[in-house]
């Protein structure tokens, strides 16, 4: 799978999903960034066309997605852990869940993983 890092997501995240046998790409790769970090809507067509599931870090923007009721076809992984923790807690996360399944959000917590359906 391939993921965008997203939400101030240093690294180390970016390491730990390359480790799991995954690619990550930053926001740079995005032909204009701009426009889609501002605006979800924008952002998701433009990963559903590329491909690209989503890695972040940012809780207002997963709030935006479920207030705006946007579908997105991949899967996006929420990380909730102090930087010096989001290595660990993406191991944990795929400890439990060998493969990531479409349309489901999954957040990744100290204590736990927790998975919750799309919008759409």
Request: hydrophobic share 40%; charged share 25%; with cysteine.
């Amino acid at each position: 799978m391939q993921f965008l890092l997203h939400g101030g997501l240093a690294a180390d995240a970016g390491d730990a999903m390359i480790r799991h046998g995954h690619r990550v790409h930053q926001i740079a790769e995005l032909t204009d960034p701009t426009p889609a970090l501002s605006d979800p809507r924008e952002l998701l067509a433009d990963l559903a066309k590329r491909q690209w599931c989503l890695l972040t870090a940012d809780r207002d923007f997963i709030h935006a997605i479920y207030d705006q009721g946007l579908s997105f076809p991949l899967c996006m992984v929420l990380l909730i852990a102090e930087p010096q923790h989001r290595s660990a807690a993406v191991d944990r996360l795929f400890e439990r869940y060998k493969r990531l399944s479409p349309k489901r959000l999954y957040t990744v917590t100290p204590g736990r993983v927790k998975v919750r359906q799309l919008p759409g």
